[in-house]
């Protein structure tokens, strides 16, 4: 038990499967991952009132509002746990080529956004993950010119980079329009970010718009995606970094959603593995999400050969960055102390990755 | 709304309420906040198999395993959403003097134990608050000796400090003696901490037991009590702080449970506003801890008139202690990065707090 504590933290009762690395080596992955992995949205989590992945729930009749109407949203990514959002009312619900998409006012976290099921952001607490994937490679390197963003069709992340005046270009590859329409009707506050005149928004699959893309163009890459189950499996694959890396300029850097250190510590172990291979130097950080399992997000971020990028202490601070703290909105979240923040790893994770990670 | 982003994350759609913050200054209160501070218990969370705070969830019956007993569990410092950990088994289920007691083994959380419907810690989590709330006070002073934990009757902290070679005296102050001896049997991992010989079991009020204590006796206090809901009430309030000031040495420091920085914003200020009248220095620090409400638990931080004490940088680190990383069990969070980082606060709450905090 004392040998094997990160393990024990992550899936304390089952072992119970084996599943390639990506690195040609078997090794197990607990069932929660392999539950996740395995998930068919389109089956397990339909948007509909009551049910999402097998899960129900609904107000007890004793103190339920009468006449209000209540629902809960859990995710599969999560097994044994639900975190429920008491729903006020239903704004949008419909099927897109690629997944469902929801949109509800919650009590007390704004308007709601979920794709298949998972909840990908709420008004309350999208700061949190918005404004840290976006700064943390941003300010990481000094005036980053080009940007591309994988996903994110919502434009939070678009705003969040429009705060960088040194940024001449934003290309953005989402798959999904109707993500795009839907964030443009309900939520402004982020959509914003699309108005932006450097924003060039380009529709489709982002590996096939990599492929295509010159090499070494971008300063960063921001993989905004969902979860590893559905369309987003290939996005953390290592063929799929590979073409991150191209695209990359020497010095250049990526920031990747990861996942969380509490449930899905296996899921971290591989991206940064893969990583490894590809990337020059490799780091975790991670930030406070009440929304997302577990209430934290992670982020692997890399570098590719080049010019050293110290990741840690950010060489272009936002606090300095001319009209940076207010444009379009003021941060909420993020500063600099919290940047350097993100990257101390509690004990039990450090032991999992520390011999994988390098500077 | 630009002006007052802060207030706008802890409440967004109500600010219906007035209540005193202790300083005879009336000031609104959110109605989450006024909400937990009414609850009643007894009345609102049974701890029986459906119902805990007016919420009721079950797993759907297309997908529940089935014959498997699974109950769920909220909080009602937590309104409009729930956090539900599926019950695999309930193990223990009593009322004390105090409150009502409930122990359940979860499906992926190991054992959990629940009082007055409120989860206090789980196995898997367990780490991250006996670990901080225990190491942050204890490594910001050089050498302690004498230690006071208010609560605390599962143990945990108990078992943290006795990492500490320094410390000679152990005082535990718990008024609920089923807490006690329920993690006796059901939780020998926190409960190992009684066998410290150093420890001094009391049971009873704290506010009683400190009255009686010498003046300035104590290195370090450490209250790691339950929500300011119910029997903990009292615990947040201008009286038993200067109670706990008195108890403290010239440069003592006190170690305080403070909720969650997203959702109690004003519970935060009005105790680190008490803080600042009665002690010399007061931090807030944060947490990821998954089964707290939005996932993290806060802990203001506050040092007597005497010698000054840098909370932010441990003059005490715990990798330096001999023993200190293995002692009856590994460190599974805590290290002295984290303890830094616990201090760095999200711009929202430093917008909320910065005025009111001082070094």
Redo the contacts between chains.
Sequence with gaps: M?GD?GKG?V???TMDGKASNGNGLEKTVPS?CLKAMACVPED?AKCHS??V????????P???KKGGKAV?FNNPMW????????VEKVLFKDKSDFQEVLVFE?????KVLVLDGIVQLT???E??YQEMIAHLPLCSISSPKNVLVVGGGDGGVLREISRHSSVEVIDICEIDKMVIDVSKKFFPELAVGFDDPRVQLHIGDAAEFLRKSPEGKYDAIIVDSSDPVGPALALVEKPFFETLARALKPGGVLCNMAESM?LHTHLIEDMISICRQTFKSVHYA?S???TYP???IGFVLCSTEGPAVDFKNPINPIEKLDGAMTHK???????S??H???F?????L?REVASLLAS
Tied chains: 1, 2.
């Design positions: 004392e504590v933290l899936c304390q009762n929660c397990d009551t049910v992945s097998g899960w129900f729930s609904e107000p007890h004793r103190s339920g809960y097994p044994g746990e639900a975190h429920s959002l008491k919650s009590a007390t976290y704004g008004e309350k607490d700061c949190a509490w991670w406070s999400v009440p577990s209430g934290v909105r003021e941060l909420k979240f993020y500063n102390d919290m350097r923040a993100a101390a790893l509690p004990t039990f450090r």
